[in-house]
């Protein structure tokens, strides 16, 4: 045997993982990986990449040649992805937007969307007592975020789905792609909508820092209402705090971003990592 043919081989990268958006600068993943990578003690990268939206398919296949397994993916790309990638869950297909790419060793793009099971999972860990079938769902919004809620709370055996969206025309294209469990209402009648809803979910960005607040009477609102914010900036929103001051049970957005990363940490570096308060506290 020859001394160069002795020789070891070199040892494998590190694995390589990031979020894909433009702009990006703003997003809490990095933080949220890389405290998992340390706590686990893991070798690899998570990184944050800025893609313009007309370099999104370009960018998308030469990261599995840079040594990526896979990213997620954020606005305004999560659409797009789907034209892009080879294989296409029927969650992400259903959904319309996927947020969690694998990249296989073949350089074959697999996109899927774990915005629905974060979003259970916060609720699950948050408010246990919990029960998905107790009485109507109320959704506020009808954008990609809002589409992975409905899915998930239906797949959960939610019997009713109220919805309403200022454009209207979004709230009447998910009833039809999603059947007869869904009722919409008219913006103005948003309020009305809560009356006897077991979960009531505020899917938009109104609310967010930056954006106007969300103006939803909340008069029918039943104190044994389960509510929630996708919004996590800030983590009590003024819809929060309102509906807790009539007794219910609220619930952040915060822990639906942590609870989506995990299945694609699993899957990229090998450890299903924990959701905890550590967890939350990396990311604030």
Same mark, same amino acid.
């Given at each position: 045997m020859s001394p160069q043919s002795a020789q070891s081989e070199p040892p494998p990268h590190a694995p390589l993982a990031g979020v894909i958006g433009w702009p990006i600068a703003q997003s809490r993943s990095p933080l949220?990986?890389?405290?998992?990578l340390d706590r686990y003690g893991l070798s690899g990268h998570y990184v944050p990449l800025p893609v313009r939206p007309e370099h999104l398919a370009a960018s998308l296949r030469a990261l599995p040649k840079l040594g990526f397994v896979g990213a997620n993916v954020t606005i305004p790309h999560k659409e797009a992805v789907l034209t892009v990638a080879d294989i296409v869950t029927d969650r992400a297909a259903l959904i319309g937007a996927a947020n969690t790419l694998i990249f296989r060793d073949d350089g074959t793009i697999h996109a899927d969307n774990t915005d629905g099971y974060g979003f259970i999972a916060n609720l699950e860990q948050n408010?246990?007592?919990w029960l998905p079938d107790l009485g109507p769902a109320a959704v506020i919004g009808a954008g990609g975020a809002a589409r992975a809620v409905v899915a998930s709370l239906l797949e959960s055996g939610v019997s009713e789905l109220r919805i309403a969206n200022r454009t209207r025309i979004r709230a009447d294209q998910i009833?039809?792609?999603?059947?007869?469990? /869904? !009722?919409?209402y008219d913006w103005a009648q948003a309020g009305n909508m809560l009356e006897g809803a077991n979960t /009531? !979910?505020?899917?938009t960005s109104m609310g967010m820092v930056g954006q106007p607040p969300l103006r939803v009477l909340l008069d029918a609102l039943s104190p044994d209402a389960l509510?929630?914010?996708?919004v996590y900036a800030p983590l009590m929103t003024e819809f929060?705090?309102?509906a807790q001051d009539r007794g219910c049970h609220v619930v952040d957005g915060l822990g639906m971003l942590l609870h989506q990363a995990v299945p694609g940490f699993e899957r990229w570096f090998g450890r299903r990592p924990e959701v905890d308060e550590a967890a939350r506290?990396?990311?604030l």
């Amino acid at each position: 045997m020859s001394p160069q043919s002795a020789q070891s081989e070199p040892p494998p990268h590190a694995p390589l993982a990031g979020v894909i958006g433009w702009p990006i600068a703003q997003s809490r993943s990095p933080l949220l990986h890389r405290h998992w990578l340390d706590r686990y003690g893991l070798s690899g990268h998570y990184v944050p990449l800025p893609v313009r939206p007309e370099h999104l398919a370009a960018s998308l296949r030469a990261l599995p040649k840079l040594g990526f397994v896979g990213a997620n993916v954020t606005i305004p790309h999560k659409e797009a992805v789907l034209t892009v990638a080879d294989i296409v869950t029927d969650r992400a297909a259903l959904i319309g937007a996927a947020n969690t790419l694998i990249f296989r060793d073949d350089g074959t793009i697999h996109a899927d969307n774990t915005d629905g099971y974060g979003f259970i999972a916060n609720l699950e860990q948050n408010a246990p007592d919990w029960l998905p079938d107790l009485g109507p769902a109320a959704v506020i919004g009808a954008g990609g975020a809002a589409r992975a809620v409905v899915a998930s709370l239906l797949e959960s055996g939610v019997s009713e789905l109220r919805i309403a969206n200022r454009t209207r025309i979004r709230a009447d294209q998910i009833k039809a792609e999603f059947g007869a469990r /869904v !009722v919409v209402y008219d913006w103005a009648q948003a309020g009305n909508m809560l009356e006897g809803a077991n979960t /009531v !979910v505020n899917a938009t960005s109104m609310g967010m820092v930056g954006q106007p607040p969300l103006r939803v009477l909340l008069d029918a609102l039943s104190p044994d209402a389960l509510v929630t914010d996708l919004v996590y900036a800030p983590l009590m929103t003024e819809f929060l705090r309102n509906a807790q001051d009539r007794g219910c049970h609220v619930v952040d957005g915060l822990g639906m971003l942590l609870h989506q990363a995990v299945p694609g940490f699993e899957r990229w570096f090998g450890r299903r990592p924990e959701v905890d308060e550590a967890a939350r506290q990396a990311v604030l």
